[in-house]
């Protein structure tokens, strides 16, 4: 049991290394204006250095309903400091990296501290929002649902 | 025989609206010509009233514009009486009423409908809840390994003897054309009731209902250049008679009282309710206005669309294409190796290239092929080749930015 715990720990370090250098790196680049090209491309290589998910955690209660394509989320909290980590995974590119930009800014903060983010505008990536397709849409509000529900707090709407 | 597509498009005040769009998703609604947008125009500014009820004679001139335009359906499509012509919201909500009412009276427990893999979810899901209801047995024929219809099983099939036979006329996915005239003459052989849902295979070819032999035949107005929220029911009319009403209400009924309440006639008992009297009218005037153009040039505009499309993908090691190339309607279902179709579908809408991405209501079609989705181009009479290259190019772009 412990191993498994420690195996599930090792996973949400590295992921939470890679969510880091991603907010250094590739955030500020990503929310500069250019063209849909840049923009696209390098929203769909964000999440390419995240560590991958296994079958074991491509699972059902990890799955988040309402997704054109399957995706997943996966949380644990730190006991001793009450933060809360993620991991993220999709099938399309474009909802993996879009959810890694909100991953990257919410990483291992509190519940008190992810109360006071405004969590949807954290999803908005400029020049991006308004070709959201509703399908797109809803599997991005289904995810801030499923943060706000494990992290337990209220999404403001 | 020549096909001016810069005429038909002129037709289109979209074009002029949307001038920068590649419209490539027909089998989800098509655009409406100014002939059938001035005649539902018409109607609401000149001819307003509730039909059937006969009191005063703007009713009874809106009543004989709603009858006219069944007349017109009957008379275009072949149909051998006005009453076989049954007006309803689409195909879905036709299929629905077939469902219902062929439950429970021609279909009872232990008897059989036959479906195909290529279904559409509403060929599919009606007959599931009330085969449910009823101990009624669904048999489903299985494809070939080039996803088209394993006539063989379908043959196989039929010896189990079902009631009902329902398919497709066109893939709504693949844009295969099934050989519905063969198969329906080996499903009446059978024994069975047949049914075809035109929802593709309308704007594919309009049907002869007499000569195809079908007993039922449904599809939606707004995939034939009509308003959305109309469709027709067709059936022979001694299997009307028997059809067990899905909605019940006001116009389909001659008496009501507490005790004792009379059903109207064929074609009312099957329309509840106020009937979506100007989409009637703007379906009628879609089909009068397209039996004035080359329907056979039209085809041959579409195969040659699609013969540029096939050389353009070829082109592309990186498309994976699950439509095959002969007896395609104008659909071509592809992804790209290891991408998500909702990735390349967003890709292309950001070259205004408006396609569709995911299961395109045919789970079932996609568990058989092995795959989780598809990107879907669906072509119509008003595409132009300078559409198929700058699809092309979109496509190629798409690659490169995946990669």
Redesign the interface.
Known sequence: MSEINHQISDFFYQTAQALSLIEQQQLPLLLQPTD??TR??SL?QLGKTLPAFSALQQVEQNLIAGC???AWLLHQQESSSGRHFWAFDS?????KGTVTVLLCQINGKTSAELSALPLRQLLTIPGLQQ?L?PS?QNGLLAVLHKVALLADIDLIT | MTFDVSAFRAEFAFFQQQPDWVYLDNAATMHKPAAVISAETEFYQKFNSNVHRGAHQLSQQATALFEQARDDIARILNAAHREEIIWCSGATAALNQLAAGLTGTVLQAGDRVLLTTLEHHANIVPWQFYAQQHGVILDVVPLTAAHRLDVVEFQRLLSLKPKVVSLSHVSNVLGHIQPIAELIQLAKAAGALTVIDGAQGIVHQLPDLQQLDCDFYVFSGHKIYGPTGVGVLYGRKHLLEQLKPLLYGGEMIRHVSFSETKLNHLPYRLEAGTPNIAGAIGLAAALRWLKQWDLPAIQQHKQQLLQHLWHGLAQMPAIELLSGKTGNAGIVAFNIHG??P??VA??L??QQIAVR??THCAMPLFQAIGR?GAVRLSLAAYTQASDIDRTLAAIE?AVA??E
Request: no cysteine; aromatic share 6%.
């Open positions: 849909w090209q696209y491309r769909m054109d394509s399957q099938e399309a590119r474009l909802i070709n397709s797109r | 991408e998500h909702s990735d967003a890709l809408d950001q991405a995911g989780s772009q930015l995946l």
